[in-house]
């Protein structure tokens, strides 16, 4: 019986200890896990519409736009994202970013004549559609046959 009590007593002092030891303890959460404030700004979109991010806003596909909860783009919205790949939808253009540990957007090069941002917490949306090459005629159709 003593030989259990000892042994009761020790595993409870190591469970008492254990937390504070494995750093259990509350603290800041890890980077991959820590929500950032990332700013959405679709200002620009004329006329407005609305948006979603999947798993951040709600959807834009209910069939009832009078009733929709999804963010329009007359308004600024600020979303509480953890660091991951996400993607910004509207009804003409979609294209995917990223928030990075340190709570920055980024995304690539190719979306920098309509997405402005990278390095920031504000995505602005300055386009309703992307086109090749600013939006300059590709030179393939200048060739003569």
């Known amino acids: 019986m003593r030989h259990r009590t000892l042994i009761c007593s020790f595993l409870l002092a190591g469970l008492a200890a254990f937390p504070l030891e494995m750093g259990l ?4 959460p890890p980077a991959h896990l820590k929500e950032h404030i990332i700013t959405v700004d679709a200002t620009k979109l004329v006329p407005s519409s609305w948006w979603q991010v999947p798993g951040a806003t709600p959807s834009i596909w209910a069939s009832d736009p ?22 910004f939808i509207s009804f003409t253009f979609d294209f995917p970013f990223a928030v990075t540990l340190d709570g920055t957007l980024d995304f690539s090069a190719s979306l920098d004549q309509c997405i402005e941002g990278r390095g920031t917490q504000t995505l602005i949306v300055r386009c309703k559609r992307m086109y090749p090459h600013g ?11």
């Open 66 to 87: 009078e009733s929709l909860d999804a963010p329009k783009t007359s308004e600024l919205r600020e979303l509480a994202l953890k660091p991951g790949k996400y993607k």
């Open 25 to 28: 303890a509350s603290g800041p």
């Open 135 to 145: 939006g300059e005629r590709d030179a393939y159709y200048d060739r003569k046959p």
